[in-house]
């Protein structure tokens, strides 16, 4: 059974940096593209980035374009979310979900119920 966990969340200040890892396991873990995506109190879960399953494919919401960096290593088939010049909006529970890809099909960045979800990791940023 394909294993999905995120780590690396915790709190930071504004203006500071975080980096969020999300390791796939299971059979035919490599198949698969990740997206990252944060739902606040209150609010709906929106998409933050998204890497293909090959990693050269990456897109990202306006809010954090420019900021965040999403990357692959893919011989720990872990992607990573490096967060800089981290804002208070910035405060959610991030969760990162793989989708089964071929290997030039980009991530499409949206929430899809099909896709296996990691539990979430929590990240808060102070003013």
């Known amino acids: 059974q394909l294993k999905v966990v995120e780590s690396g969340g915790g709190s930071a200040e504004s203006g500071g940096s975080l980096r969020l890892s999300c390791t796939v396991s299971?059979?035919?873990?490599?198949?698969?593209?990740i997206g990252w995506f944060r739902q606040a109190p209150g609010k709906e879960r929106e998409a933050v980035s998204c890497?293909?399953?090959?990693?050269?494919?990456?897109n990202y919401a306006d809010s954090v374009k420019g900021r965040f960096t999403i990357s692959k290593d893919t011989a720990k088939n872990t992607v990573y979310l490096q967060m800089n010049s981290l804002k208070p909006e910035d405060s959610a529970t991030y969760y990162c979900?793989?989708?089964?890809?071929?290997?030039?099909?980009?991530?499409?960045?949206?929430?899809?119920?099909?896709?296996?979800w990691g539990q979430g990791t929590q990240v808060t940023v102070s003013s």
């Open positions: 979900a793989a989708r089964n890809l071929i290997l030039t099909a980009p991530f499409i960045c949206e929430a899809r119920t099909s896709d296996v």
């Open positions: 890497i293909s399953r090959n990693g050269g494919m990456t």
């Open positions: 299971g059979p035919q873990s490599t198949r698969y593209g």
